[in-house]
């Protein structure tokens, strides 16, 4: 298996008036801002349409950055679907590394009997960190001989392609799945998450007799992240869907098009709310996993099919089965009466950290829950 390239997003796609990539492509005026925006394969309103193919063509817009969206792409163009991506979110490393490094070194001493991972993003964060200061994830785990378990074979993968063996991969990739799996014990696991990640599986493992130390490892924050904090991502091989800007959306609607939207997190539910709030748009909410299903009822959005897993085949049978329910509107969220839908770049420099890490583990977990999170094992 080839490694996974980092990828660093394009920090200029967001708040575009123009619907072709933000403040940067516009400031040689409309004709500079068009020629940047081929350069960039960002696509402007108008040309959507053909695009797609006009309003009764089968769209969808899958909501994380196109390189990170390859084989989900793939499995959706297989149904002759058009697709497209619109990043809405992004990661950046956590505001103080000291919990991380910590945690790295308690792992290289042996301290702790698992390490859950519950994301790439996770790996990517923890192994950036780390690498940072010359102790990759891989050398910490091997020393200290912990035992790995990761949620979602996605988040194994990229764990292997960090060098670091797996242990326990649960076949439901949730955090239930996880609680089922694991068993009893009573010894130290360390649980490094996303700022925005719920309380769930600290206290599910909490419950089990486990003594859970949960770290923020990466910060979820609207796209895009700080140049200097961005978690690189990873590049999926194949080709990429054409990246999207808010603008571009609203001109799918214009052209009478209702997309199928994918929604990957919570906190992709409350962007894409915030992003697109000027409306109208009409559109089949997709989610993936319970989590996010939750988020878009939160919004008054019934989403018209969840995804079972983050699988391309579990999101290509969720979209197919979401064009045939009647689409959502925002900013209402009403159903739209009587309407059915169609049928069936370089790294980022290194984080600033600490040129030593702290000598002891983290003691305490979160006491309280936050309102949001990614859902666990969604992230390619």
């Not at 969808?60 to 979110?89: G, K, M, Q, W, Y």
């Not at 945690?103 to 001493?109: D, K, Q, T, Y």
């Not at 960190?129 to 996605?154: E, M, P, S």
């Amino acid at each position: 298996m080839q490694p996974r390239r980092p990828v660093d997003p394009p920090r200029d796609a967001i708040g575009s008036r123009d619907g072709c990539g933000g403040r940067r492509a516009t400031r040689g005026g409309a004709r500079g801002g068009t020629a940047r925006c081929r350069r960039r394969r960002y696509r402007p309103p108008e040309q959507l349409t053909r695009v797609v193919g006009g309003p009764a063509a089968r769209s969808v817009i899958v909501l994380r950055h196109p390189a990170r969206a390859v084989r989900v792409a793939d499995a959706l163009r297989a149904a002759e679907l058009s697709v497209f991506a619109l990043p809405l979110t992004e990661t950046e490393l956590p505001r103080d590394v000291d919990a991380v490094l910590t945690g790295l070194a308690a792992l290289a001493r042996g301290e702790y009997r698992w390490l859950v991972v519950t994301s790439g993003n996770t790996v990517q964060a923890l192994d950036t960190i780390g690498r940072a200061r010359a102790v990759g994830l891989a050398a910490a785990v091997a020393a200290g001989g912990t035992r790995v378990a990761a949620v979602g074979a996605a988040t194994a993968r990229l764990l292997a392609d960090a060098g670091v063996a797996v242990d326990l991969v649960p076949d439901d990739a949730t955090s239930a799945g996880l609680l089922r799996t694991i068993g009893r014990g009573h010894e130290r696991i360390l649980l490094p998450q996303a700022d925005l990640a719920p309380d769930d599986l600290r206290a599910g493992l909490t419950g089990l007799g486990w003594r859970v130390e949960r770290i923020e490892a990466y910060r979820t924050v609207p796209y895009p992240a700080h140049p200097s904090r961005r978690v690189p991502g990873v590049v999926e091989d194949g080709v990429p869907p054409p990246l999207l800007v808010p603008g571009d959306v609203v001109g799918l609607a214009a052209a009478g098009v209702q997309p199928a939207v994918v929604f990957t997190a919570p906190s992709t539910v409350q962007q894409f709310r915030e992003r697109l709030a000027a409306g109208p748009l009409a559109f089949h909410p997709v989610a993936i996993g319970p989590t996010t299903a939750a988020a878009l009822r939160g919004q008054g959005w019934e989403p018209g099919a969840t995804a079972t897993g983050p699988t391309p085949s579990a999101i290509r049978a969720a979209v197919l089965e979401a064009f045939g329910t009647e689409p959502v509107t925002l900013p209402s969220g009403r159903p739209v009466s009587g309407s059915k839908g169609p049928p069936a770049g370089p790294a980022p420099a290194p984080p600033s950290v600490p040129t030593s890490a702290p000598t002891s583990a983290p003691t305490s977990a979160p006491t309280s829950a936050p309102t949001s999170a990614p859902p666990i094992g969604d992230q390619p």
